[in-house]
C-alpha cells in the first residue's frame, strides 16, 4: 500500500504537496497557495481530490484553497483556532485527531510557535511528516505569533518521531538554513557536509520556481539528518533555541 507524495513548486519557494493512495486513487492537497500548477497536476494524475489539508493560516500556504475547494467539491481542514482566518476553513482539528487519504492515516500534532494555530500531519505508516513553516529542512520558521518556548516544545514533538521520518516542509530554504547553520556551528563537519550536497543540487536550478525538477529539489530530508544538522533541533534548551532564532533573524551570510 503507497501513499504517493507529489511536489509542487509555488509562488517563489514554496512546496505544495500532492497526496494520492496508489490503492484507491483517492489524494489531499497539502498546503496551496496557487491553483494552477496544482490542478496540472491533479490532471496529470489521474487522482480524486478528496480534501485539502492546511498546516496553518498564512495565506502563501491557502491562498488557493477556495478555488481548489470548490473545483474538487472537498472540505478544508485546519486548526480549530484557525476558523476565523484560514481561507477556505471548513473543518478543524485538534491535537490527536486523526485524517485519512485513501487507506492511510495521518495523526494530527498541534505544533504552534510560527503561528498560534500550527499543525503539522504525520504519516506514521508511511513514514512521512508534513511540517509546514515549523521545522525547515536544516532550520526553523520565524516566530510570528508564538514565542521560542512553544517552538522549542513543537521541536522536541517532532523530534520524538522515528529518525527516518521523512521531512516535508514548506518551503526551499535548505541551503541558506543550512548557510546559517555553518556559521554558528563552523567546525561541525556534517553541517558542511550536508551544506556541499545541498550547493551541488542547487547550482542549476531552473531559472523559474515552477519549473523546478526533482533533481534541485533539498526537499524532503529526514529526522535524523535533521537531529545531525538542524541548529534549532540541536538546541539544549528553550532559552538557546531563542537565542538562534534571533541571530537568524538577522542573520545577512
Not at 8 to 16: G, H, Q, R
Not at 199 to 205: I, N, T, Y
Request: proline share 5%; charged share 25%.
Amino acid at each position: 500500500m503507497t501513499l504517493r507524495i507529489e511536489r509542487i513548486p509555488t509562488l517563489s519557494d514554496n512546496y505544495t504537496y500532492l497526496l494520492i493512495c496508489g490503492e484507491t486513487g483517492e489524494a489531499a492537497i497539502v498546503d496551496a497557495p496557487e491553483a494552477e500548477p496544482v490542478i496540472r497536476r491533479v490532471d496529470a494524475s489521474g487522482a480524486r481530490v478528496t480534501k485539502i489539508l492546511s498546516t496553518h493560516h498564512h495565506p502563501d500556504h491557502t491562498m488557493a484553497n477556495p478555488e481548489l475547494a470548490k473545483r474538487y467539491c472537498v472540505p478544508v481542514y485546519g486548526h480549530v483556532s484557525d476558523r476565523e482566518r484560514l481561507a477556505g476553513f471548513s473543518d478543524g482539528l485538534e491535537e490527536g485527531d486523526s485524517v485519512t487519504v485513501g487507506r492511510h492515516l495521518a495523526r494530527v500534532l498541534f505544533i504552534p510557535g510560527h503561528t498560534r494555530g500550527h499543525i503539522a500531519y504525520v504519516f506514521e505508516q508511511d513514514g512521512a511528516l508534513f511540517s509546514g513553516d515549523t521545522m525547515f529542512a536544516g532550520g526553523c520558521g520565524r516566530l510570528f505569533e508564538g514565542t521560542p518556548e512553544m517552538m522549542f516544545a513543537a521541536f522536541q514533538k517532532l523530534a520524538a518521531l522515528p529518525d527516518d521520518t521523512r521531512v516535508y516542509c514548506g518551503h526551499e530554504y535548505t541551503e541558506s538554513n543550512l548557510v546559517f547553520a555553518a556559521h554558528i556551528e563552523p567546525d561541525h563537519v556534517a553541517i558542511r557536509d550536508r551544506l556541499a550536497r545541498v550547493r551541488a543540487k542547487r547550482a542549476h536550478r531552473a531559472a523559474d520556481w515552477h519549473d523546478a525538477t526533482p533533481e534541485e529539489m533539498t526537499v524532503p530530508s529526514t529526522l535524523a539528518e535533521e537531529h545531525a544538522t538542524n541548529p534549532f533541533l540541536r538546541a539544549a534548551d528553550a532559552a538557546e533555541f531563542g537565542r538562534r532564532r534571533a541571530l537568524k533573524d538577522s542573520f545577512r551570510g
